[in-house]
Protein backbone atom coordinates (compact mmCIF):
# COMPACT_ATOMS: atom_id res chain seq x y z
CA UNK A 1 0.00 0.00 0.00
CA UNK A 2 2.68 2.39 0.92
CA UNK A 3 4.50 1.91 -2.29
CA UNK A 4 1.18 2.93 -3.79
CA UNK A 5 0.77 6.14 -2.02
CA UNK A 6 4.16 7.05 -3.53
CA UNK A 7 3.40 6.33 -7.02
CA UNK A 8 0.09 7.59 -6.74
CA UNK A 9 1.51 10.88 -5.44
CA UNK A 10 4.78 11.49 -7.52
CA UNK A 11 4.10 14.55 -9.27
CA UNK A 12 0.57 15.09 -7.58
CA UNK A 13 2.19 18.29 -5.36
CA UNK A 14 1.16 15.99 -2.41
CA UNK A 15 4.74 16.39 -1.08
CA UNK A 16 7.49 19.34 -0.72
CA UNK A 17 9.50 19.79 -3.18
CA UNK A 18 12.77 19.90 -0.91
CA UNK A 19 14.48 16.29 -0.54
CA UNK A 20 14.50 16.63 3.36
CA UNK A 21 10.43 17.34 2.88
CA UNK A 22 10.40 14.46 0.86
CA UNK A 23 12.37 12.80 3.62
CA UNK A 24 10.15 12.89 5.54
CA UNK A 25 7.10 11.86 4.08
CA UNK A 26 8.52 9.03 3.35
CA UNK A 27 9.96 8.78 7.33
CA UNK A 28 5.99 8.98 8.20
CA UNK A 29 4.27 7.04 5.11
CA UNK A 30 6.80 3.85 6.63
CA UNK A 31 5.92 4.84 9.95
CA UNK A 32 2.57 3.96 8.82
CA UNK A 33 3.53 0.62 7.41
CA UNK A 34 5.74 -0.93 10.68
CA UNK A 35 3.98 0.93 13.65
CA UNK A 36 0.81 3.12 13.14
CA UNK A 37 -1.06 0.39 10.86
CA UNK A 38 0.12 -2.86 12.42
CA UNK A 39 -1.49 -1.72 15.73
CA UNK A 40 -4.39 0.17 15.03
CA UNK A 41 -5.75 -1.61 12.51
CA UNK A 42 -5.23 -5.34 14.14
CA UNK A 43 -6.86 -3.79 17.15
CA UNK A 44 -10.11 -2.27 14.99
CA UNK A 45 -10.29 -5.39 13.04
CA UNK A 46 -10.69 -7.60 16.11
CA UNK A 47 -12.53 -5.88 18.01
CA UNK A 48 -14.84 -4.67 14.95
CA UNK A 49 -15.05 -6.92 12.19
CA UNK A 50 -13.57 -10.33 13.81
CA UNK A 51 -16.42 -13.31 14.21
CA UNK A 52 -13.25 -15.35 16.33
CA UNK A 53 -13.81 -15.23 19.86
CA UNK A 54 -12.20 -12.75 21.87
CA UNK A 55 -10.01 -15.32 23.78
CA UNK A 56 -8.21 -16.25 20.65
CA UNK A 57 -6.62 -12.69 20.69
CA UNK A 58 -7.27 -11.36 24.13
CA UNK A 59 -3.26 -12.43 25.32
CA UNK A 60 -1.80 -9.92 22.34
CA UNK A 61 -4.88 -7.28 22.24
CA UNK A 62 -3.37 -5.46 25.42
CA UNK A 63 -0.06 -5.21 23.46
CA UNK A 64 -1.35 -3.72 20.26
CA UNK A 65 -3.39 -1.61 21.70
CA UNK A 66 -0.20 -0.13 23.84
CA UNK A 67 1.81 -0.44 20.41
CA UNK A 68 -1.62 1.32 18.55
CA UNK A 69 -1.04 4.22 21.59
CA UNK A 70 2.55 4.64 21.32
CA UNK A 71 1.66 5.09 17.77
CA UNK A 72 -0.78 7.81 18.45
CA UNK A 73 1.78 9.48 21.06
CA UNK A 74 4.25 9.81 18.38
CA UNK A 75 1.43 11.69 15.60
CA UNK A 76 0.69 13.57 19.06
CA UNK A 77 4.27 14.64 20.25
CA UNK A 78 5.00 15.77 16.54
CA UNK A 79 2.26 17.88 15.86
CA UNK A 80 2.25 19.75 18.84
CA UNK A 81 2.30 23.26 17.79
CA UNK A 82 1.96 22.05 14.22
CA UNK A 83 -1.47 22.02 11.62
CA UNK A 84 0.07 19.27 9.48
CA UNK A 85 2.74 16.40 9.83
CA UNK A 86 4.92 17.62 6.59
CA UNK A 87 5.25 21.30 5.55
CA UNK A 88 2.22 23.55 5.63
CA UNK A 89 -0.62 21.12 3.77
CA UNK A 90 -1.45 18.15 2.36
CA UNK A 91 1.31 15.76 1.78
CA UNK A 92 1.03 11.72 1.33
CA UNK A 93 2.10 11.42 4.80
CA UNK A 94 -1.17 13.06 5.73
CA UNK A 95 -2.73 10.57 3.29
CA UNK A 96 -0.92 7.35 4.26
CA UNK A 97 -1.52 8.25 8.21
CA UNK A 98 -5.58 9.10 7.58
CA UNK A 99 -6.81 5.47 6.48
CA UNK A 100 -6.58 4.10 10.38
CA UNK A 101 -6.48 7.20 12.25
CA UNK A 102 -9.84 8.12 11.15
CA UNK A 103 -11.10 5.03 12.16
CA UNK A 104 -9.35 4.40 15.12
CA UNK A 105 -12.16 4.25 17.53
CA UNK A 106 -13.65 0.80 16.08
CA UNK A 107 -10.30 -0.08 17.50
CA UNK A 108 -11.44 1.57 20.74
CA UNK A 109 -8.75 4.23 20.72
CA UNK A 110 -9.37 7.37 22.33
CA UNK A 111 -9.12 10.35 20.16
CA UNK A 112 -10.33 12.54 22.68
CA UNK A 113 -6.86 12.38 24.17
CA UNK A 114 -4.81 13.42 21.38
CA UNK A 115 -5.48 17.23 21.22
CA UNK A 116 -2.58 17.56 18.25
CA UNK A 117 -4.29 14.97 16.12
CA UNK A 118 -7.38 17.15 16.51
CA UNK A 119 -8.68 17.91 13.64
CA UNK A 120 -6.16 16.38 11.41
CA UNK A 121 -8.52 13.43 10.02
CA UNK A 122 -10.90 15.93 9.20
CA UNK A 123 -8.73 18.30 7.59
CA UNK A 124 -7.39 15.19 5.07
CA UNK A 125 -11.76 14.25 4.64
CA UNK A 126 -12.43 17.79 3.48
CA UNK A 127 -9.65 18.59 0.99
CA UNK A 128 -11.23 18.64 -2.42
CA UNK A 129 -9.49 15.88 -3.50
CA UNK A 130 -10.96 13.62 -0.67
CA UNK A 131 -12.72 10.72 -2.23
CA UNK A 132 -14.38 7.95 -0.36
CA UNK A 133 -12.98 5.01 -1.11
CA UNK A 134 -16.32 3.07 -2.09
CA UNK A 135 -17.14 5.71 -4.18
CA UNK A 136 -13.26 5.53 -5.78
CA UNK A 137 -13.94 2.51 -7.33
CA UNK A 138 -17.36 4.00 -9.33
CA UNK A 139 -14.89 6.84 -10.38
CA UNK A 140 -14.55 6.70 -13.92
CA UNK A 141 -10.55 6.79 -14.52
CA UNK A 142 -10.64 10.38 -16.11
CA UNK A 143 -12.30 11.47 -12.93
CA UNK A 144 -9.80 9.58 -10.73
CA UNK A 145 -7.20 11.88 -9.20
CA UNK A 146 -4.32 9.60 -8.88
CA UNK A 147 -3.21 7.03 -11.49
CA UNK A 148 -0.13 4.73 -11.23
CA UNK A 149 1.79 4.02 -14.99
CA UNK A 150 2.52 0.16 -15.14
CA UNK A 151 6.24 -0.09 -13.72
CA UNK A 152 9.05 -0.52 -16.40
CA UNK A 153 12.13 -3.20 -15.68
CA UNK A 154 14.66 -1.94 -13.80
CA UNK A 155 17.75 -0.93 -15.58
CA UNK A 156 21.33 -0.47 -14.28
CA UNK A 157 24.07 1.79 -15.46
CA UNK A 158 27.05 0.06 -13.58
CA UNK A 159 28.00 -2.18 -15.68
CA UNK A 160 27.12 -4.25 -19.29
CA UNK A 161 23.90 -5.71 -19.35
CA UNK A 162 23.75 -9.49 -19.91
CA UNK A 163 23.82 -10.03 -23.87
CA UNK A 164 24.70 -6.65 -25.05
CA UNK A 165 27.35 -5.72 -27.01
CA UNK A 166 29.30 -4.10 -23.98
CA UNK A 167 28.63 -7.60 -22.70
CA UNK A 168 30.49 -9.43 -25.11
CA UNK A 169 33.39 -7.07 -25.28
CA UNK A 170 33.61 -7.67 -21.31
Known amino acids: AEAGI ?12 DRCGSGQVL ?4 F ?7 AIAVVRFWLAYSDRPRDEYADRLDERTAAGYRALDAM ?4 AGRTWLVGDGMTLAAIALYA ?6 AGDFDLG ?7 GPERVAHDAGHVRIAAFSRLPPARRRF ?7 PRCSAGPRV ?7 A
Request: charged fraction near 15%; aromatic fraction near 10%.
Open 6 to 17: CCWGEGAGLGPE
Open 27 to 30: QWVF
Open 32 to 38: GQYDHGP
Open 76 to 79: ERHL
Open 100 to 105: YTHVAH
Open 113 to 119: RCRAIGA
Open 147 to 153: SCPAPSP
Open 163 to 169: GSAHAAQ
